[in-house]
């Protein structure tokens, strides 16, 4: 990284609104004409842009890069927008899916009730969870992010979502051993 980039992201780091806002005018008009070629819609890639630039605002005091500052805007924009392609990928298929089922397979209502009730205790289990840990697990286990991608998406390392990952398949377990314990 250049003696730019980085004087650029001490300032952001200190909280420097003018500097950063510079950045964002420098490159959101390339960012978002990069998306749109990606995704294909002019305001999803806006979105992604405004993403980008939202999570380096809020992980600012801990973002950290080792390439160059224009490189890792880009990339971070692929990125993203692969994320987005991928859950409109699951979202179709998942309509699909449903299409596919036939409404005469009414499932067993003592299935309907114990499968709600589980839903019930792994949701509950998920907002009593610390917000990080929450989203870590919701992006991996519903979205079906893997763990390098949160890494890439949150600013944090790999290791920091393994063991967020810990801390919510436990709380799980626990919820789900104490249910079973009560049936």
């Known amino acids: 990284m250049n003696l730019k ?3 650029i992201l001490g300032r952001i780091k200190n909280g420097d609104i003018g500097v950063f806002e510079k950045l964002f005018h ?4 390339g960012m978002c004409s990069y998306a749109e070629k990606l995704v294909g819609k002019d305001t999803v890639a806006e979105e992604i842009v405004q993403d980008v630039f939202y999570n380096i605002w809020k992980n600012r005091e801990i973002f950290r890069i080792n390439a160059s500052l224009k490189g890792y805007l880009y990339r971070a924009v692929f ?7 991928r859950k409109l990928k699951r979202e179709r298929m998942a309509d699909e899916s449903v299409t596919l089922e036939s409404p005469a397979t009414d499932p067993d209502p003592v299935q309907k009730i114990v499968g709600d009730e589980m839903n019930a205790i792994i949701f509950n289990t998920l907002e009593n969870l610390p917000e990080r840990t929450s989203l870590i697990f919701r992006l ?4 079906g992010f893997r763990y390098k991608e949160i890494a890439e998406q949150l600013s944090i390392s790999v290791k920091t979502v393994e063991a967020n990952m810990g801390k919510a398949l436990k709380a799980l377990k626990n919820s789900l051993d104490k249910y079973n314990q009560n049936v």
């Open 5 to 7: 980039d980085q004087y």
């Open 140 to 143: 991996n286990r519903f979205d």
């Open 26 to 29: 420098r490159f959101y008009p």
């Open 79 to 85: 990125n993203n927008s692969m994320m987005h392609l």
